[in-house]
């Protein structure tokens, strides 16, 4: 089962958020099979207000990621680019940081990760 869908299935909207043209068309396809929403493109406040106010973070090792789970937030990162030891994600709620440099992780890895949260 997808990752949106899975979090559909558990009372959670995905809010799909997006940075250039090309991962907002990629955000509508993903939110069209999912019943997801892509709100329009958001300031870096905007963004932060939006992560304050999530149940479940799923994102790349990005800083909106990593601020996410600052806030509390269930999160899972996902790293491609580098490995998840140097900086990974950390918060005071629950953290999990898979892949690395070059290896992009399972997704049964990634949803076995959100399984975890939901069921918390």
């Known amino acids: 089962m997808a990752l949106g869908c ?3 299935d ?3 909207t ?3 958020i997006w940075g ?3 991962e907002h068309q990629r955000a509508q396809r993903i939110a069209a099979g999912c019943g997801g929403v892509v709100p329009p493109f958001l300031s870096v406040a905007d963004t932060a207000a939006v992560l304050g106010q999530a149940r479940q973070i799923v994102g790349l090792d990005t800083g909106f990621t990593h601020l996410g789970a600052a806030f509390g937030a ?3 990162g996902i790293y491609c680019d580098h490995e998840p030891g140097l900086a990974g994600v950390t918060g005071p709620g629950p953290v999990a940081s898979f892949g690395g440099k070059g290896q992009v992780p399972a997704l049964q890895q990634v949803l076995g990760a959100l ?3 939901l069921s918390t």
């Open 20 to 22: 250039s043209a090309e």
């Open 115 to 117: 399984e975890g949260h």
């Open 10 to 12: 558990a009372g959670l």
């Open 74 to 76: 269930p999160t899972i």
């Open 14 to 16: 995905p809010v799909l």
């Open 6 to 8: 899975r979090l559909r």
